[in-house]
């Protein structure tokens, strides 16, 4: 795997979290019309499980003390706006990110713990199994995804509806496979899709699958999409049976998967794009606020103009100083008493 950042990628990574706050403050209109709806079920396909995928290429770390150092750079503006976002005055409620924004970062989280485990695994098996010592270079990959979605396989029949929102357990194994698919990527694999016949096939797959999504579009769709279901919950909502409904399951996952490998297939990216790649943890962040304001605006234009405004706000914002102390205000005030 790459240790090289590839600074295209950071511009995708803006582009998605641009789309997740319009998501998120539009989410009220979602269903306004047909033709928003379509879009709305088309951007939600991809939008996160692309930037879970994402997080996973970028994830290089091997050793345990580099992912616990990396993840203590999330608890701190997890927890505290998280404790904004609920702010309630049942404690309980805080174990629950539904529908905070922050579950995100809880899952990040377990994501990088859970990679490590499976390669340690995967690591174990090798030492133990002499005469396949060539897996981790020729199967490593094809063991961390099985593992994932086996995984993620038996989270949605296990947990229980009670519990799929609880401490962002849910989500974090359905976008588990997603999280392992972006870490054995490559930079070849990336360019590979960018190549003429690749890319012409990708296009008309992702053609096809826009298509078959905007017939489909609706509550019904997105409850799929939005992967904090368990399948007997999903069973219900869609009115189908057990198997049907896992089936369904599996097909929106593929089709996810061909509009994520279709927006990598792009071959150039905006600079400006690419500059603004460091601002998606302040934006994720400090729009849950605003989030939580608008949810219940149900104009489409007010909708969409507290949306696009809130981007170019919290992306000049993160750009300053003072981003710094609003995604880690304690640790701000410690280092400058320490000093």
């Not at 003390?65 to 309980?92: A, C, G, M, T």
């Not at 999903?234 to 996810?256: E, P, W």
């Amino acid at each position: 795997m790459t240790t090289v950042r590839n600074h295209q990628l950071d511009g995708i990574k803006y582009l998605l979290i641009c789309l997740v706050v319009i998501c998120h403050l539009m989410q009220g209109v979602r269903y306004a019309n047909p033709i928003f709806q379509c879009i709305y079920s088309v951007v939600y396909s991809f939008h996160m499980p692309l930037f879970v995928l994402l997080s996973g290429f970028f994830f290089h770390k091997t050793e345990a003390r580099d992912i616990h150092r990396s993840n203590l750079r999330l608890l701190e503006p997890l927890v505290i706006y998280h404790f904004l976002f609920i702010h309630s005055s049942d404690w309980k409620s805080y174990l629950f990110f539904e529908p905070s924004p922050l579950w995100y970062l809880l899952s990040l989280i377990c994501w990088r713990w859970i990679i490590y485990g499976i390669e340690k695994t995967l690591l174990a098996i090798k030492k133990r199994i002499c005469y396949i010592q060539a897996l981790p270079q020729r199967g490593g990959g094809i063991f961390i995804i099985t593992t994932s979605v086996i995984l993620s396989i038996i989270a949605t029949f296990m947990i229980n509806e009670k519990y799929c929102s609880f401490m962002s357990i849910m989500r974090t194994f359905q976008f588990l496979p997603f999280f392992s698919i972006g870490h054995v990527l490559t930079n070849k694999f990336l360019y590979r899709l960018q190549s003429g016949g690749t890319c012409r096939i990708l296009m008309l797959l992702v053609l096809v699958t826009i298509i078959l999504l905007c017939i489909f579009s609706g509550p019904c769709l997105n409850a799929i999409l939005f992967s904090k279901y368990n399948l007997y919950s999903l069973s219900s909502i869609l009115g189908l049976s057990l198997f049907a409904s896992f089936c369904i399951k599996i097909i929106v996952a593929v089709a996810s998967l061909v509009l994520c490998f279709g927006v990598l297939s792009l071959k150039k990216i905006p600079e400006w794009l690419s500059s603004n790649g460091g601002t998606t943890l302040f934006i994720l962040c400090v729009h849950s606020l605003i989030y939580y304001f608008a949810q219940g605006v149900n104009n489409v234009f007010l909708a969409f103009a507290i949306a696009v405004s809130s981007i170019v706000l919290l992306t000049l914002m993160a750009k300053t100083k003072f981003a710094n102390w609003m995604l880690y205000p304690i640790s701000t005030v410690k280092s400058f008493f320490l000093k």
